[in-house]
């Protein structure tokens, strides 16, 4: 199986490329610059100016006699790791009725995420009816929301919780 492929493919309006360059000042007063990934790729200069000009001619004369291709390597493909699971309660008598019951959980708490969430609203539509917002839209009820989950929170920070 091959797993490495390299493109190359001659590229006659290639952009630009960027390079990151590290800019060190030298004990003697000059400056260095080094292409980072290539760190034999430098220039040295009185400068930092001259310095980059160095490097880039380096890297110039380098690619003179090089090229830069585009290497993809395919990762090796992976078994899901649920797949050994599949099917595996299928001759279990009680498989159905504990698929049963879970659907049932389920339900009954959705239920009770719904009269919560219910509930919460109207406390909320309260809230802000004693604020004399009668015909608060979502906006306006979301930033009360925040503001009283900021309160919350401050409270339980004060007190520990």
Known sequence: ??????????????????YDVLIENQPDNTVKATLL???DCQ????????????????????LETAKIVTLEIAAPPSENP???FAGMHKD??????????IEEDRKELDLQMEEYHQHFINEIDNELEELGLTDANYV????????????S??????NNL
């Not at 279990?92 to 019951?101: A, H, M, Q, W």
């Not at 306006?140 to 309160?151: I, P």
């Not at 929170?153 to 004060?158: R, S, Y």
Request: charged share 20%; proline share 6%; no cysteine.
């Open 153 to 158: 929170t401050k409270n339980n920070v004060e």
């Open 1 to 18: 199986m091959n797993l490495l492929s390299v493109k190359i493919a001659p590229n006659t309006n290639a952009p630009k490329l960027t």
């Open 82 to 84: 649920w797949i050994k």
């Open 92 to 101: 279990n008598p009680l498989f159905d009725e504990v698929i049963s019951y």
């Open 43 to 62: 220039g040295l200069g009185n400068t930092e100016t001259e310095a980059i000009e160095k490097l880039s001619q380096s890297l110039q004369t380098r």
């Open 140 to 151: 306006t009820k979301a930033f009360h929301l925040r503001q009283r989950h900021r309160a």
């Open 37 to 39: 990934g290539l760190p």
